[in-house]
T-cell receptor, first 112, second 115 residues
Framework: NAGVTQTPKFQVLKTGQSMTLQCAQD?????MSWYRQDPGMGLRLIHY???????DQGEVPNGYNVSRSTTEDFPLRLLSAAPSQTSVYFC???????????FGDGTRLSIL | GDSVTQMEGPVTLSEEAFLTINCTYT??????LFWYVQYPGEGLQLLLK?????DKGSNKGFEATYRKETTSFHLEKGSVQVSDSAVYFC??????????????FGQGTTLQVKP
């Protein structure tokens, strides 16, 4: 039972580099989301999707892009990494909007 | 907009002590409320939930009651164990205003239980 799988678990980037954080779920969930976790600030929503082909911005979308071409995958792209994007990133999914979300184990990202 | 406020931590307790972590919320609709727990180095796991006023969520000895009149969802446990040491997050979903599945989190409360 894989649930929500995030890769990589750790990544170090230099300022200005781009990269994609991968997220995949095998539960056929319609809803998927990306959050970032920073000390003392809880988790903040970056982008979310209510189904394949549909995405929308959350609270802190600047500097990030997403797409949802399949139900299973929801990658998060950093276009030009900045030190302010150093954080732990979590992907989550749920079957409906009112259902609890299942979280991946996170990607710890450092931008130098 | 909607928001969640948790009591600040860290909270340090001795084993078998009573635990309360306060959580209050602001919402325009009728949100569902959740407590999530994060153990060191792991992702978040759902601890309990409540979907309407006066509902009581419970799991692993933890309880929380959805109080609409006080807009609160305080987490309680009668006797904590060392294994309960973790970060606890209160959250609400906006399923009352669009069913988008978005979660709004409090800042998290770190609990440390000493033997």
């Amino acid at each position: 039972n894989a649930g929500v799988t995030q890769t990589p678990k750790f990544q170090v980037l230099k300022t200005g580099q781009s990269m994609t954080l991968q997220c995949a779920q095998d539960m056929n969930h319609e809803y998927m989301s990306w959050y970032r976790q920073d000390p003392g600030m809880g988790l903040r929503l970056i982008h979310y999707s209510v189904g394949a082909g549909i995405t929308d911005q959350g609270e802190v979308p600047n500097g990030y892009n997403v797409s949802r071409s399949t139900t299973e995958d929801f990658p998060l792209r950093l276009l030009s990494a900045a030190p302010s994007q150093t954080s732990v990133y979590f992907c989550a999914s749920s079957s409906r909007g009112s259902q609890p979300q299942h979280f991946g184990d996170g990607t710890r990202l450092s931008i130098l | 907009g909607d928001s969640v406020t948790q009591m600040e931590g860290p909270v340090t307790l001795s084993e078998e002590a009573f635990l309360t972590i306060n959580c209050t919320y602001t919402a325009t609709g009728y949100p569902s409320l959740f407590w999530y727990v994060q153990y060191p180095g792991e992702g978040l796991q759902l601890l309990l939930k409540a979907t309407k006023a006066d509902d009581k969520g419970s799991n692993k000895g933890f309880e929380a009651t959805y109080r609409k009149e006080t807009t609160s969802f305080h987490l309680e446990k009668g006797s904590v164990q060392v294994s309960d040491s973790a970060v606890y997050f209160c959250a609400l979903s906006d399923d009352g205003s669009g069913n988008t599945g978005k979660l709004i989190f409090g800042q998290g409360t770190t609990l440390q239980v000493k033997p």
